[in-house]
């Protein structure tokens, strides 16, 4: 089974509960901001758990309560978790390795050197 935590992109509400100091992309301080943590399976038709977050809350520090949330829920941690690049923090992956999970996620375009591919050895 892999599950997928949902990106957040930008979510708005009309009352005060649960606000946020976040921005929307479409920079509008006007419209008050949550993040909205979904879960589905992996074919993405059945959603398996969600959260709500404070707007002004990091997704990048969402991931390690998910993670938990989920082996919690299901009882068990051979699922494979799914998640977009704000996974990528030593902290997370650490957790969820230590946790005896897998996991996939793209790195974080920022700090890249052009024509590098990482590898190591040889010339």
């Known amino acids: 089974m892999g599950l997928h935590p949902g990106d957040r992109g930008d979510t708005w509400r009309e009352d ?18 949550l993040v ?18 404070s707007g002004n809350t990091e997704d990048s520090t969402t991931h390690i309560a998910t993670w938990d949330s989920l082996c919690a829920l299901l009882g ?10 704000k996974l990528a923090t030593r902290e997370n992956m650490e957790h ?12 974080p375009a920022r700090g890249r050197r052009t024509g590098h591919s990482g590898a190591t050895g040889g010339p």
């Not at 509960?17 to 301080?29: F, Q, T, Y």
């Not at 068990?76 to 690049?85: G, I, T, W």
Request: aromatic share 6%; glycine share 12%; net charge negative.
């Open 16 to 33: 005060d509960r649960g606000r946020g100091e976040g921005h929307s992309k479409d920079h509008r301080p006007d419209l008050l901001q």
């Open 36 to 53: 909205w943590i979904l879960t589905v399976a992996a074919d993405g038709a059945v959603p398996i758990a969600h959260r709500l977050e």
């Open 76 to 85: 068990r941690n051979d699922f494979l978790y799914v998640a977009d690049c």
């Open 96 to 107: 969820i390795d230590k946790g005896g999970g897998r996991f996939v996620s793209v790195l």
